[in-house]
């Protein structure tokens, strides 16, 4: 309930900030509908409109457009550019202050992850937020499935996952925001979803994948959660961090159907290693990434709440990183420079983590957590009379290991065929060159030992043996190199690699599960060698 009293003291706070009276003014469009209904595409254009007009802080940019479609014309997906300077090229940035990236309903029925993306917006445009553009620059992709948004559900307009796409990247929602990542480098991102009910309205999801600089999982964790979860409580909602519990064994988070029938026991886990999603997909490059995963019932009386809270968890971030600006800026820049150097002249003993699992931790045996169990007999709909009840987790695995690693290669030879790679590649910003003469190489090359496929499409193979055989190949004219010193040091190899859990070979779409006996096609080169190279614009 808000007093007389509360209002005037927060008009004092306002005219305190020198701000012009029109910029207060600004309401979101699901402000302006009282939160009856969802933003749409059509409302967002001039919402941003009004706000790049009140503020020199924001642009507002082009990233991509959604593809052609039935009842739906292509839309475009924004970007919102907000910084204390009011650039708008990455070439503009001031990199002495930390970038974060938000990216709202990449699963467009989790409606609340735009609504709140678009607050932070007009909040850090002309509202009071604004401070905080002192210490950071923040990308906000309100709307990265404009048509999911349109017809209420999770897919995009191809009816593509697109957070089980961040690998193979079929949709232009996908590149529109790896093509965003790539330019503007943010040192974190947070991808903004909803979930089911949950006792914990906010659930946080740090970066999980064992590549990823120990360094980065642990501020993520000690600090960024940390805040986060005391801001989130302050406004008086429930934090924990993002959990899953599934079946043992099970590839749900790849995106494959999950077993059925089978009476599994159940573990219960921090969220996805899996590099196909919008966090670990942005993680791989050294980078402080979040999913937001909030509670939701999915409808339209509970969407003010559901977004008060998403915004607090998005706010939680940004504020978090502007607190700790310098921190995570040379945190995050000596860990890719590190990575950058390993991978330009790689040692025996660097090994690059293809296959990996969670595992129990000893001295975290067993995790505490609160749920709702809904009391027999009432109305599960209205979750009302809703039971909070404790649960003690003995099925616990906080932690990673990895199970399958290999040395880090200097690059990899990719044959003139598989096109298909490389124009996935290019799509992830990865630089290839392409031989321009054949020329014979000495290359590890891999030999199947034996292997059983997957049934699932997205699922790499059940069992994948090989054994690297040193070679001398000849490399042809028009065949395509990728050095593995860049930025996507440790994307490439799990792109790659043939046992790479998260990588090309589990897309049926580039058929590239081999034979048993059969060799990979894609060699490794291990020495530093002079090789006839351009590289492809
Ligand atoms: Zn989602």
Redesign the pocket.
């Known amino acids: 309930m808000r007093t007389a009293a509360a209002a005037l003291i927060s008009m004092v706070a306002l005219a305190g900030t020198g701000l012009p009276a029109f910029s207060q003014t600004i309401q979101t469009p699901a402000e302006q509908s009282g939160y009856t209904r969802y933003t749409q595409y059509q409302d967002i254009a001039p919402f941003l409109d009004q706000v790049a007009k009140a503020s020199k802080q924001a642009k507002v940019l082009v990233a991509g457009k959604t593809g052609e479609v039935k009842d739906f014309a292509p839309a475009d997906i924004y970007l919102v550019v907000l910084t204390a300077e009011g650039i708008a090229t990455p070439q503009a940035l001031n990199r002495k202050k930390p970038t974060i990236l938000v990216l709202g309903a ?2 467009g029925n ?1 409606q609340s992850g735009k609504e709140a993306a678009l607050t932070l917006i007009r909040d850090l445009a002309v509202g009071d937020l604004k401070p905080l553009l002192g210490q950071v620059n923040v990308l906000v992709m309100p709307q990265t499935n404009p048509y999911g948004n349109f017809v209420n559900r999770r897919t995009n307009e191809q009816d593509l996952d697109l ?1 089980r796409d961040h690998v193979k990247l079929e949709t232009p929602e996908t590149r529109a925001i790896h093509a965003v990542f790539r330019a503007w480098m943010p040192e974190a991102s947070i991808d903004v ?2 979930q089911g009910d949950n006792y914990y309205r906010v659930n946080s999801g740090r970066v999980t994948n064992a590549n990823i600089a120990p360094a980065i999982r642990a501020f993520a964790r000690d600090t960024i959660y940390k805040e986060t979860e005391a801001l989130v409580t302050a406004g008086g909602y429930t934090w924990h961090e993002y959990l899953v519990t599934e079946a043992m064994g099970s590839q749900g988070a790849a995106g494959a159907a999950e077993p059925t029938g089978a009476n599994l026991e159940e573990l219960t886990r921090p969220s996805t290693v899996d590099l196909n999603d919008g966090r670990n997909s942005l993680g791989i490059y050294e980078t402080i990434s979040f999913i937001q995963e909030s509670a939701s019932r999915h409808d339209i009386p509970t969407l003010k709440d559901r977004t008060t809270y998403q915004y607090l968890g998005i706010k939680g971030l940004v504020q978090s990183v502007a607190r700790h600006a310098e921190e995570v800026r040379t945190l995050v820049a000596s860990s890719r420079a590190a990575l950058l150097k390993k991978a330009s002249a790689p040692a025996p003993g660097d090994l690059v983590h293809l296959r990996m699992v969670h595992a129990r931790d000893p001295k975290d045996p067993q995790i505490t957590i609160q749920h709702f169990q809904t009391v027999p007999g009432a109305d599960a709909a209205t979750a009302s009379p809703m039971k909070v009840v404790t649960e003690v987790v003995r099925n616990w695995f906080p932690n990673v290991e990895p199970t399958i690693s290999v040395p880090r290669a200097f690059g990899y030879i990719v044959p003139a065929a598989n096109k298909d790679v490389v124009k996935t590649m290019i799509a992830h910003g990865i630089a290839v060159q392409v031989f321009t003469a054949d020329t014979e190489v000495e290359v590890e090359r891999y030999l199947v030992d034996d292997i059983t496929p997957s049934t699932e499409d997205y699922v790499a193979p059940d069992k994948i043996a090989v054994t690297k055989q040193a070679v001398k190949v000849t490399a042809r004219k028009g065949d395509y190199y990728v050095n593995g010193a860049q930025p996507a040091a440790n994307l490439i190899p799990n792109l790659l690699e043939p046992q790479a859990e998260f990588g090309f070979i589990r897309y049926r779409m580039f058929n590239l599960v081999p034979d048993k006996g059969a060799t990979f096609p894609f060699l490794r080169v291990v020495k530093r060698q002079t090789l006839p190279l351009e590289t492809i614009k």
Do not use: A, L, S, V
Request: glycine share 0%; aromatic share 0%.
């Open positions: 990449q699963h989790e957070n979803h909803e």
